[in-house]
């Protein structure tokens, strides 16, 4: 079945860092994918979506790119802040159950 | 912007009890869903719906019954609640394939 895996579950950094959180996938076709986050006491929100091969998405300085030949999709930002603590979620839908499989989330500290 | 609206926000049961979460949206979207997230298991699929009187078993749907009565409302039900099922349960609505999930703002669930 279709899967979303998110490889690190905490990342603690300080302002200013170039952040990466890694998101793989294993799905049929072609998947959309997502980026979604997280405050404290919120439900989880759309940060940004992609939906081809090489398209890249992005949001408040995040970016993604749809990468289908290594079916990978990372999180990057050149230059975290303090209001960037949150967790993030990865995220699929298929194109034939309309299902939303997602990552375990990875949850970012930054360090003012 | 789409609204999805969760009562109760928290919630104390006692083992064996019955709970009801009930979920409204605004959006018109014929697809709802019912996740429970908890530490190092990210959101997980318990109950689906792609309309008015359908209900699909999602990843993890063992102790919990939905109901959809209408395109608007979505509920999710445990008959007999367990400690195990203290979480924080969310749902959302989405339009289809490749279209973004709306969440509500969740529900803390004790049981005790």
């Known amino acids: 079945g279709d899967s979303v895996t998110q490889t690190e579950g905490q990342v603690a950094l300080s302002e200013e860092d170039f952040l990466t959180i890694h998101c793989n996938y294993s799905?049929?076709?072609?998947?959309?994918l997502f980026w979604y986050v997280q405050y404290p006491g919120e439900g989880p929100q759309l940060l940004f979506r992609a939906s081809r091969d090489k398209e890249k998405g992005s949001s408040r300085g995040f970016e993604a790119t749809y990468d289908k030949g290594t079916t990978s999709f990372h999180l990057r930002k050149a230059s975290v802040q303090e209001s960037d603590s949150a967790v993030y979620y990865c995220a699929l839908s298929d194109t034939g159950y309309q299902n939303f499989y997602f990552g375990k989330g990875t949850s970012l500290t930054v360090i003012p | 912007e789409a609204a999805v609206t969760q009562s109760p926000r928290n919630k104390v049961a006692v083992t064996g009890g019955k709970v009801t979460l009930s979920c409204n949206q605004t959006n018109n979207h014929n697809n709802m869903y019912w996740y429970r997230q908890d530490t190092g298991h990210g959101l997980r699929l318990i109950h689906y719906?792609?309309?008015?009187?359908?209900?699909e078993k999602g990843d993890i749907p063992d102790g919990y019954k939905a109901s959809r009565p209408s395109q608007e409302n979505f509920s999710l039900i445990l008959e007999l609640a367990t400690p195990s099922q203290t979480s924080v349960y969310f749902c959302?609505?989405?339009?289809?394939?490749?279209?973004?999930?709306?969440f509500g703002h969740g529900t803390k669930l004790s049981v005790l």
């Open positions: 799905a049929s076709g072609y998947p959309t």
């Open positions: 959302a609505s989405g339009g289809g394939p490749g279209e973004r999930l709306f």
């Open positions: 719906s792609y309309g008015a009187g359908s209900t």
